[in-house]
């Protein structure tokens, strides 16, 4: 199938030469990523806005790729260059997955940390883990899944998520294993 020449289109308000210049650029790296691009669709627009409001762009690319059609929008950004930036990089990121899911590349998901609830205060709702490193982890009784945390006990081994806190490594999703 023939690609379709790169549209642009804008809406409320005049595109400039050096505007349509730099989606051009950005398109072709698009290309570069997916030879097969059978047709990529730029719409800017300046929605309608009210007097309190400043100029806002909206953003939008529709991308024809063979048994796959992706829709970026992105909207009310006050730069011009900075909204059609983030929708070309949206854009790439999902050129990039569907790509990778045609080849029959698939990304490894990574094991979540593995731990044992080293001590628990059932009354004040939270406890601590130990990681598999042998760090303490804390966690609280809204961490846990699947299981009451009332029907926790020392020792029990349990897989989680860690994210930093501001008082140092806690745990979400709690599961005992």
Do not use: W
Not at 28 to 33: A, C, G, M, Q, S
Not at 54 to 59: E, I, P, Q, T
Request: hydrophobic residues 40%; contains cysteine; aromatic residues 8%.
């Amino acid at each position: 199938m023939a690609r379709i020449p790169l549209q642009i289109t804008s809406r409320n308000f005049e595109l400039t030469g050096e505007i349509e210049s730099f989606i051009q650029k950005k398109s072709e790296i698009l290309d570069k990523f997916h030879r097969d691009m059978m047709s990529c669709r730029v719409l800017l627009q300046v929605p309608h806005r009210n007097r309190s409001s400043g100029l806002v762009y909206n953003a939008r690319i529709d991308l024809a790729l063979p048994g796959k059609d992706i829709v970026i929008r992105r909207e009310a950004h006050e730069d011009l260059h900075r909204a059609i930036n983030l929708a070309f990089d949206a854009a790439l990121k999902r050129v990039q997955a569907y790509a990778r899911r045609k080849r029959g590349e698939v990304k490894r998901h990574e094991e979540p940390p593995r731990g044992r609830v080293a001590s628990l205060f059932p009354e004040a709702g939270y406890g601590f883990l130990v990681s598999a490193d042998g760090r303490d982890v804390y966690f609280h009784r809204n961490s846990v899944l699947n299981e009451r945390f009332e029907d926790m006990e020392v020792g029990m081994e349990v897989v989680f998520v860690e994210e930093q806190s501001l008082r140092g490594p806690q745990a979400s999703s709690v599961r005992t294993k």
